[in-house]
């Protein structure tokens, strides 16, 4: 069994800056992938981006070259850092892997 604890989020004026972390009981990134999703009201859960055991990482369009995805050496922690925030990235994200999933993390960008 392994547990995901996210951490960070909150609010942000537009433009701002904001770095998740995903944190797991065990060094389970470099086994599997660690991915961030995002689900905001009435809307579908959305693929943000991954980083895959090897460190290949892939975004969704809206997010390319605002949003970056590492994680540490021990493989242990994935981060989220999300620069330029906009409105539209308001949304809970969530982190996974394999079949774990974090608590979630509400992020709400609004002046």
């Known amino acids: 069994q392994v547990q995901l604890v996210q951490s960070g989020g909150g609010l942000v004026q537009p433009g701002g800056s904001l770095n998740l972390s995903c944190t797991a009981s065990?060094?389970?990134?470099?086994?599997?992938?660690g991915t961030w999703y995002r689900q905001a009201p009435g809307k579908q859960r959305e693929l943000v981006g991954t980083i895959t055991r090897s460190g290949q990482i892939l975004y969704v369009d809206s997010v390319k070259g605002r949003f970056t995805i590492s994680k540490d050496s021990a493989k242990t922690t994935v981060y989220l850092l999300m620069n330029s925030l906009k409105p539209e990235d308001s949304a809970v994200y969530l982190c996974?892997?394999?079949?774990?999933w974090g608590q979630g993390t509400q992020v709400t960008v609004s002046s």
């Open positions: 996974s892997s394999d079949q774990y």
């Open positions: 065990r060094s389970i990134f470099n086994q599997w992938p």
